[in-house]
């Protein structure tokens, strides 16, 4: 199977899991969910000094706001698929794999963890990992008030 069929096939598969498992679990339980938000961010790339040549990068997050808590805290658990590619020198750079996490939010700052399954097709190997972080993003436009 090539490596963009597997990718595929894990993306389908982690959203499913998260629309279902939002929708089953916020009836079972009672529980109103706020928002099923969603976001994908990915990077293109050129480079021609012959280390890295075509690259791309990025992910597909899916995720369910469960409630806000004092503070304007939103906990949200999400599943992800996460990307990178390029052209050369690509065993160990060449990895993707879903990942699953659960972060308080309150814009622009994101306080969570996240276990992420990494596989390197090169390699046939994987890295299964656990990461804190602390993460924020906030955008402007000088030219409007």
């Given at each position: 199977?090539?490596?963009?069929?597997?990718?595929?096939?894990?993306?389908?598969?982690?959203?499913?899991?998260?629309?279902?498992?939002?929708?089953?679990?916020?009836?079972?339980?009672?529980?109103?969910i706020?928002?099923?938000?969603?976001?994908?961010?990915?990077?293109?790339?050129?480079?021609?000094?012959?280390?890295?040549?075509?690259?791309?990068?990025?992910?597909?997050?899916?995720?369910?706001?469960?409630?806000?808590?004092?503070?304007?805290?939103?906990?949200?658990?999400?599943?992800?698929?996460r990307?990178?590619?390029?052209?050369?020198?690509?065993?160990?750079?060449?990895?993707?794999?879903?990942?699953?996490?659960?972060?308080?939010?309150?814009?622009?700052w994101?306080?969570?963890?996240?276990?992420?399954?990494?596989?390197?097709?090169?390699?046939?190997?994987?890295?299964?990992?656990?990461?804190?972080?602390?993460?924020?993003?906030?955008?402007?436009?000088?030219?409007?008030?």
């Open positions: 199977m090539a490596w963009h069929d597997q990718v595929r096939r894990t993306f389908v598969t982690a959203v499913a899991a998260v629309t279902v498992g939002a929708g089953w679990c916020g009836s079972a339980w009672g529980l109103d706020e928002g099923l938000p969603g976001s994908t961010w990915g990077h293109a790339s050129y480079e021609k000094a012959d280390i890295a040549g075509p690259g791309v990068l990025g992910y597909v997050n899916q995720g369910v706001d469960w409630i806000t808590l004092p503070g304007e805290l939103t906990l949200n658990t999400f599943a992800e698929l990307y990178r590619f390029r052209e050369d020198n690509k065993e160990f750079f060449n990895a993707y794999g879903p990942a699953i996490g659960v972060e308080l939010r309150r814009s622009p994101h306080f969570g963890m996240d276990y992420y399954w990494e596989r390197y097709p090169e390699l046939s190997e994987t890295s299964n990992r656990l990461q804190f972080y602390v993460s924020w993003f906030h955008d402007w436009d000088l030219m409007r008030p």
